[in-house]
């Protein structure tokens, strides 16, 4: 099944945001860079372009970020001089690997003050970036500690370690195309 290239934004010098799409939907959104250059001097029209193989096995970013949200970041540096994005993207990355490191102290004690601090921080910097599933369950967590409702806090502090693990993933893969 091909997917095409529906569209593309400038996020920098060098740089663009895409999203690809396939006859059911949009498919993939992320920066693509150097893959835009090369397929921009084969085809006259971008929307020509076809992308047949997505081997990777991580799911595409589109399936963990949202992509208004991210078109709502790209909009705030238009034409992408200052590189917002990516700057934007690299600090998340590095506050989220603070945030999760501060939620395995927490979470072993059930220090519950600390586990919500890191839920409430962790659901506003996933939700400015267009994580929202992790956002969702960020807020989920701090609803929990918040009520003290214990029963499934830890099976819910589970789903979000993991969503934020998936969330890393295609936020270091967009980084990196």
Same mark, same amino acid.
């Given at each position: 099944m091909g997917v095409r290239l529906s569209s593309w934004r400038e996020i920098g010098a060098g740089r663009a945001f895409a999203v690809l799409t396939a006859p059911s939907g949009p498919a993939m959104l992320g920066p693509l860079g150097r893959l835009r250059r090369r397929l921009a &001097?084969? %085809?006259?029209?971008m929307s020509q372009v076809r992308v047949t193989d997505r081997s990777a096995s991580a799911p595409a970013p589109s399936a963990v970020l949202d992509e208004r949200a991210l078109q709502a970041? !790209?909009?705030l540096d238009p034409g992408g001089q200052s590189g917002l994005v990516p700057r934007v993207l690299r600090t998340y990355l590095t506050s989220m690997a603070r945030l999760l490191d501060e939620l395995r102290r927490h979470r072993a004690p059930q220090d519950l003050p600390g586990l919500r601090h890191v839920a409430h921080t962790l659901k506003s &910097? &996933? %939700?400015s970036i267009g994580a929202l599933t992790l956002s969702r369950l960020c807020a989920e967590v701090e609803r $929990?500690? $918040?009520?003290d409702d214990l029963e499934g806090l830890e !099976? %819910?502090?589970q789903a979000m370690t993991d969503e934020a693990a998936q969330v890393e993933v295609a936020v270091s893969r967009m980084l990196r195309e």
């Open positions: &001097s084969t %085809a006259k029209d970041l !790209a909009d &910097s &996933s %939700a $929990r500690v $918040r009520d !099976a %819910a502090l």
